[in-house]
C-alpha cells in the first residue's frame, strides 16, 4: 500500500496534457529542432529518452531519502521584508527551488515561479514540497519580467503564473506561449536558443541548455527547455534553470554571452547518477557551469523543496562545498544560501588600465 500513492502520482503527471504540435521541416532549422519538437544535439536519443518503466525503476529500486524530515535539513531565515520593497543595491532573494527574485536598478525578475504546494497537474497528488515558499506569492513586489526555462511542473506552474498575472512580461522557449494563454497570460514573448529579446534597457537572450520538456505522456520534446540571459548596464546575469551537463553549452554561453555578474545554477535532484546524470547536474558540474559560463559570483537553484530524487535534502550544499575545494575555488564565490535569504551582490572589480609603456 505504501508504494501506491506515489505510483498514482506519477501515472497523474504523465497522462496530464501537454503542449503537442506536429512542424513542418524546411531544411533550415538549427540542429536541435526536429518535425515534431525539439531535442539535445549533444545527447543521443537512447540517452534523451527515459521510458515510463525506467522511471519507474528509478523510484523504486533506488535507496530513497527521508524526504519528511526534509525541512529540517534546509536552513531557513525570515524574508527581510523591508530589503524587498526598498532594495538599497543589486540584490537576489531565493524564495524556493528554482524561484528567485532578482532586484536591480529598480526592476523585478523572477525565475521559475512555482508556488504551489505540489509540482503536479493536481493538487491531492504528486511531489510536495517540504519547504515552504519565503515569500507568498501575493506578498511580492510588482514584477517587471519572469523567466521560464521549461514546462516540468517544478519549474512551470498554472496556478502561481495566473496569480502573478499579465503584467510583467513573461520570456518562455518555444512552443510554450499556450500554456500560460491557458490561463489568461498573453504578454509573452517565445524565443529558441540564441535568440533576443530587447525591452528597454535589457537584453533578454534564451540559451541551450540540456534536458527536457513534457506535461503528459505524449507531449515529450515538443516544447523547448532553455536556460536564460538578462543583460543591462552594469549587470550581466544568467539563469541556467535545469539541465544536465556538457562541454559545449555552457563554454559557449560563457563566449558569446559572459563573463556574468550573478548565474543561478541548479546543485540538486541529482541521484542516482545513472538516471539523472543527463538531465540534472551534480554539484561538481555545477561549479563546472559556473567556471564554463564565466560567473564572478553564483547562487544555487533546484534543492531544498520537492522531493523529487534519492539524495538527502540537506545533501547538495554539502557536495557544492567539497566539490568548490575539490576546484580550488573560494566557498564565497558559489553559495547554497538558506531560504529566504537576500543576498546583495558583488560590486564588480575595477579593471586596472593597462600600463603605458616605457618610452
Known sequence: MLMI???????IMVLASGCATERVMTGKEPSHHTSKGFKNPHLTEEDGEKSLWTVMK????SDWADHESGAKQVPRVPVD?????????MQATWIGHSTYLIQVNGVNILTDPVFSERASPVSWAGPKRYTSPAIPVEALPPIDYVVISHN????LDLPSIKAIGNDPLWLVPLKNREVLESVGVTNVVELDWWETHEV??????????QHWSARGLSDRFDCLWAGWVAKTEGFNFYFAGDT?????DFIETGERLGPFDLS???????????????????PE?????????????????????????AEEPGAPPVDLGKALQKAGLSQDEFLAVPLGSTTRLPARTPVAPPEEPLE
Open 5 to 11: 500513492k506515489p505510483l498514482l502520482a506519477m501515472v
Open 58 to 61: 528509478m523510484r523504486f529500486s
Open 81 to 89: 521584508m523591508a530589503m524587498i520593497e526598498n532594495p538599497v543595491s
Open 152 to 155: 516540468h511542473y517544478d519549474h
Open 200 to 209: 528597454g534597457p535589457w537584453k533578454f537572450t534564451a540559451t541551450p541548455v
Open 244 to 248: 544536465g551537463y556538457n562541454e559545449k
Open 264 to 282: 543561478l545554477i541548479p546543485i540538486g535532484a541529482y541521484a542516482p547518477r545513472w538516471f539523472m546524470k543527463t538531465m540534472h547536474v551534480n
Open 285 to 309: 558540474e555545477a561549479v563546472n557551469i559556473h567556471q564554463d559560463v564565466q560567473s564572478r559570483f553564483s547562487l544555487a537553484i533546484h534543492w531544498g523543496t520537492f522531493p523529487l530524487t
